[in-house]
């Protein structure tokens, strides 16, 4: 998808807080973020959305959730992070490209929903 935003960090067509890259797999810090540590993780090859996936990219996918808590970690998210894969419309995805939101910080975040 050439006008996608994340395909095109992934080009280098737009800078980017890169916090990991390796061949299949760009992580980023959110440039609008929500919480003191708010990192994005996404896939190289574009794929729209966490429905899209297919059992193909499931090796890729548990490699981006491995990933997660390392890179919190390492963005001083020490004592745990809240992960979000917003999925279509219904569940807020804004850019359809999947992506993993990783956020955490130093104090507790608030919770977004009560069940």
Do not use: W
């Not at 001083?76 to 894969?85: A, K, P, Q, Y």
């Amino acid at each position: 998808m050439s006008d996608c935003i994340f395909c095109r960090i992934v080009r280098g067509e737009i800078p980017c807080s890169k916090v990991y890259e390796d061949e299949e797999i760009l992580a980023f810090k959110d440039i609008h973020p929500l919480a003191p540590v708010h990192l994005l993780i996404i896939p190289k090859r574009h794929i729209a959305s966490l429905a899209t996936a297919t059992p193909e990219d499931s090796p890729l996918l548990g490699r981006m959730l491995e990933l997660a808590p390392r890179l919190a970690v390492q963005a001083g998210s020490t004592d745990g992070f809240r992960s979000i894969v917003n999925t279509g419309n219904v569940g807020g995805q804004e850019v359809h490209h999947l992506h993993i939101h990783v956020l955490g910080g130093d104090k507790p975040l608030p919770v977004m929903l009560k069940y």
